[in-house]
């Protein structure tokens, strides 16, 4: 399979009292402030992850933010996956989420052919959860948002458990699709020592 995560980096909220808005742009002023892979994108490196150790293939990470976000993609490097990317531009600064979901659509569609995207639900700085779908939209691929449970992949479907109020429903989806995913999918793994230093070795174009 190949798989694909797009992550975002934040603000760390531990650190949220030093975080500060433009207030001509109305963007967040990064400088001086920790940052973090968002909690929920880290969900979904850890299921593309698991998904590749089941079904074989390699997993790429994808996020679009300033260089520094190339520390967010060593940390998910280090976390097993096999390949990262960078999308850097000034021209991207306070993108909405409308062109954050093109632009990451134009980058993917030059890394090749997917057989699925996952992102964490929403992010923590934002908290739309409109990336995904959005995403989804400018790939022409089907969606389903919420999942906490990838049931099983076969013969080019997928079947997912997508939370609801009053439950969960059993959704099948074709191949080539998108799944946002919440923390109950897994507990993210902790990279060991020997995988943080390969990680660190990975060129990120």
Excluded: W
Aim: with cysteine.
């Amino acid at each position: 399979m190949n798989i694909i995560a797009c992550i975002k980096q934040v603000p760390d909220i531990a650190e949220i009292k030093k975080v500060k808005t433009d207030s001509t742009t109305g963007t967040i002023i990064r400088e001086g402030v920790p940052s973090i892979v968002n909690p929920f994108c880290e969900f979904a490196v850890e299921e593309a992850v698991r998904l590749k150790e089941k079904h074989g293939g390699k997993v790429t990470v994808v996020t679009m933010g300033p260089p520094q976000a190339t520390d967010a993609l060593v940390k998910c490097l280090a976390m097993g996956v096999d390949e990262a990317v960078l999308v850097s531009d000034r021209a991207f600064a306070g993108s909405d989420t409308l062109a954050t979901g093109y632009t990451l659509a134009t980058a993917i569609k030059k890394t090749g052919e997917f057989d699925v995207i996952l992102c964490g639900q929403q992010a923590i700085d934002g908290d739309t959860a409109q990336v995904g779908p959005g995403l989804a939209q400018n790939l022409n691929v089907p969606h389903v948002a919420f999942v906490k449970k990838i049931q099983g992949v076969d013969n080019g479907r997928v079947v997912v458990h997508r939370m609801m109020d009053d439950g969960y429903d059993v959704v099948e989806i074709t191949l080539p699709a998108l799944i946002t995913v919440v923390k109950e999918i897994g507990e993210p793994r902790v990279p060991s020592f020997k995988a943080k230093m390969r990680a660190k070795k990975i060129e990120i174009p």
